[in-house]
Structures are given as C-alpha cells and as structure tokens.
C-alpha cells in the first residue's frame, strides 16, 4: 500500500506545493501542464458530478479510480484544494486530507503557511519546514510503504 | 490560552499608535478594516480546520455559525443573533461584552473613532475567502455612549469560482 504523490492548490488554481514518493510513470509533459490538466480536470469533474447528481449532494466528487491507482480530494470552504494519488489498497483518505490542511497535533497548511506572515498566500510554498513535515507525515500514514504492493 | 489582558492591551497599544500615526479619526478606522481584513483572508483557514464546520448553506447558518462558534472561539463571547431584515440578507450581532474595549474610554477628541473596527475587516476579510462579499459596521458601540454594542452585516452577493484563465 502506497501514497504515489500529492498536489496542493489553492482557490484560484495555482499549485501551491506538489510531492512525490513513488511515481513509476510520468505525464510526459511539463509540471506547469501538469498542474494546469489536474486543476481543470477536477473543476469539470465536480462540475459534472454536481450537474448530474441523481440525489441532492452534499459532499460532492470525493475520489476516482482506476485498475491501479486510486485519486483522492479534498477540498476547503475556502478554495484550498488536496489532491493524493495512492495504490488501490487504501480506503477513504478524507480524514487524512483534513489532517494534513489543518489540526492541531500536527497542524501542517495552516500553522506553517497561514500563520506565518512572511509566507505570501497563493504563492508555491517554499516553506522547508511544511515540506519536511508533509513528507515525514505522509510516510508515516499506516498505508505507506516505500515499494508499491 | 492566552491571557486576555495582554491582548486587550496589544489591541489598545495598535489603535493608540494609529492614532498618533494618522491624527485623524477616519483614515485610523480605515487603516483598522484593512488590518482587520488581512487578518481575516487568513484567520478563516484556521477556523475551518480547528471547527470542521462545512460550507454554510445560506446567510443565516453563517449568521448562527459567526455568531456561536467564531466569536466563541477568538474572543470568548457569544453574540446574539437579531434583526433580520425581511429579505433575509442583512442581521445585527449584539455584543454584552467586548474583550477589545476592557479598560477603554474614548477621549473627547476621539468621537468618530470606531475602535473595535478590526472586527469588521476580520469578517469582511474571513467571509470574502469563502466566496461572501459582505459590509460590516458598528452599527452601536458603548464606547460612543449606546447601550449596547451592534455589529450590522449585510450580505452583498455571491463570489463565483472562476477556471483559472488559460493560455490556449
């Protein structure tokens, strides 16, 4: 079980941090493309699942997935985006989504980034100290391994 | 837990100094919503993320949500609710106390400062990033001679999402 990589946007689509841990194929395009497919991808996607909800929706598009990896989103009131590629064995990972936006054990996007006032907001993070956490975080998640099942 | 005396002082110390800096009651408040404001674009992040709240469905659940569990959680307060307007798009917060204002009397010469404006960029500020254009003012204030202190919003439109604009 694995986390393949994670992407941060904020509301108005800029990619504000992108990790990775065990990427076997690349997109074979630019980041910047990259970044700018996955944003308006989800945009059309929640759109979609909003316009063609058979039921009042709460939640919305929460994740996706394929014969080999599962894609899953998280997203704030205020626009803040979450996005984690992982293999199929991982359940939900909306909580850990939350976590990783917020709480107070660990307090990542939100005690490093916005409660730091040097840290411009809508700009790539160039926090090390959210990076270093987000890494140890992510591979201490309990489905983490370093080689893909 | 903070103490609160310290942050009533600091808060004391910022409007003082204003004052000093600007000498001029008007571009003071001004210079306190902006303030206010900047606080507000981030402090909404960490409120989202310690109250799990969701998105409020409409005005009155932001009313009843400011009201209850972000004043409660900043400030240590909980205004009430009233004066809805009959559309249902303008309310009045009550404040009984204000922990801004403990120990504060405004001079003579000071009649059209609003002291507290902070607050009203923080809501302005806070509501905008969840896509709520909104006009805050102190409506009331004990420190200018009212009984009570009151806070007007009024919810002015929507803020659509809008696709990032793209090179293609």
């Known amino acids: ?149 | 837990m903070t103490n609160a005396e310290l942050f009533t002082l600091t808060y004391g110390a910022l409007v003082t100094q204003l004052c000093k800096d600007y000498e001029n009651d008007e571009e003071v408040n001004k210079q306190l919503d902006k303030m206010g404001y900047n606080i507000g674009v981030r402090l909404i992040e960490d409120f989202l993320a310690r109250s799990s709240v969701g998105r409020c469905q409409d005005f009155r659940e932001t009313a009843d949500v400011i009201a209850k569990v972000a004043f409660k959680m900043y400030l240590g307060i909980t205004p009430s609710v009233t004066n809805w307007s009959p559309a249902g798009d303008e309310f009045s917060l009550i404040l009984e106390s204000n922990p801004l204002v403990d120990f504060v009397e405004l001079p003579d010469n000071h009649s059209s400062l609003v002291y507290s404006n902070l607050l009203c960029g923080v809501l302005r500020g806070a509501l905008e990033m969840v896509q709520m254009a909104v006009e805050v003012k102190f409506s009331q204030d004990t420190l200018r001679g009212d009984n009570v202190t009151e806070i007007r919003m009024k919810f002015i439109k929507r803020m659509e999402e809008n696709l990032p604009a793209g090179d293609e």
């Open chain 1, 1 to 149: 079980m694995t986390v393949h990589n994670l992407y941060i946007f904020d509301r108005n689509g800029s990619c504000l941090h992108y990790g990775e841990w065990n990427r076997k194929k690349q997109a074979g395009i630019s980041k910047e493309e990259e970044f700018k497919l996955m944003y308006g991808m989800l945009f059309s996607i929640r759109s979609f699942c909003s316009k063609m909800s058979p039921l009042d929706m709460k939640d919305g598009f929460l994740t996706f997935q394929t014969s080999k990896y599962k894609l899953h989103y998280y997203e704030t009131a205020t626009g803040i985006k979450i996005i984690m590629n992982t293999d199929l064995g991982v359940p939900n990972a909306k909580d850990i989504l939350h976590q990783i936006y917020s709480t107070v054990s660990m307090g990542l996007y939100v005690e490093y980034i916005v409660k730091n006032p040097l840290c411009v907001l809508g700009e790539q993070l160039s926090s090390d100290l959210f990076s270093t956490r987000l890494d140890l975080y992510i591979r201490a998640l309990p489905f983490f391994s370093p080689r893909a099942a």
